[in-house]
């Protein structure tokens, strides 16, 4: 059964500018979950899909979106992007809300 | 309150000791409290969870006990092994938010052959 992949694994992006990130769940996982993580503030919570519908959303700004398709997958984006958005994004899902979470090995964006 | 407090920061075994990591959270609204296991380069990946109707549940090596009148939980990690060598998170979620999790700061453990 494959896991959770997210592409790309690594991004390498200017100031200002923006970027999509994608997530494809295990088969038949409906939920999908994104955070971020960095050394200073650890893992955060951004948002949460469950069937093409944000559930959750984290305390980040506007600038960070996202969105399901009908076929689970999800994409991130983050527009006008800042030093402090390099880190590391993970993607996680699962069967429902409320289950265990399988996360995949991330994006690591950084900014420059 | 959201925050869940782990502690120690780091952790250093010998092979074939008990690791012990602690976390406290405040919002008593969690009902779900996951431990993950994060090598370099790697998502975090789920070791064992367990519910506030059970005060402990053990899973191989791997123990979590839950105090609900503390707000404590910890990972107890028996004969542990060089490769434990990671980064632990303890987390907690309530069922009402669904799948957001809210992480400790993470204890790097090292256990040494």
């Known amino acids: 059964k494959a896991g959770v992949t997210q592409t790309p694994r690594y991004l390498i992006k200017t100031r200002g500018q923006q970027v999509t990130l994608s997530c494809s769940p295990i088969s038949g996982h409906r939920s999908v979950s994104w955070y971020q993580q960095t050394p200073g503030q650890g893992l955060q919570f951004l948002f949460e899909?469950?069937?093409?519908?944000?559930?959750n959303k984290g305390n980040f700004p506007g600038r960070f979106s996202g969105r399901q398709f009908s076929n689970s997958r999800s994409e991130m984006n983050v527009s006008t992007l800042e030093l402090g958005d390099s880190a590391l994004y993970l993607c996680?899902?699962?069967?429902?809300?409320?289950?265990?979470?399988?996360f995949g090995s991330g994006t690591r964006l950084t900014v420059v | 309150q959201q925050q869940v407090k782990q502690s120690p920061q780091s952790l250093i075994v010998q092979k074939g000791g008990i690791s012990i990591i602690n976390c406290a959270y405040e919002n008593t609204a969690f009902d779900y409290f996951p431990w993950y296991q994060q090598f370099p380069g790697k998502g975090p990946a789920l070791l064992i969870a367990?519910?506030?109707?059970?005060s402990e549940k053990k899973e191989g090596r791997f123990t979590i006990s839950f105090n609900k009148s503390a707000k404590q939980f910890s990972l107890h990690i028996m004969d542990s092994q060089p490769g434990d060598s990671a980064t632990y998170f303890c987390?907690?979620?309530?069922?009402?938010?669904?799948?957001?999790?809210?992480f400790g700061e993470g204890t790097q453990l090292t256990v040494n052959p």
């Open positions: 899909y469950f069937s093409e519908t944000q559930r």
């Open positions: 367990i519910r506030p109707d059970v």
């Open positions: 987390a907690a979620s309530k069922s009402s938010q669904g799948s957001r999790l809210t």
């Open positions: 996680a899902s699962s069967f429902d809300s409320g289950s265990g979470y399988t």
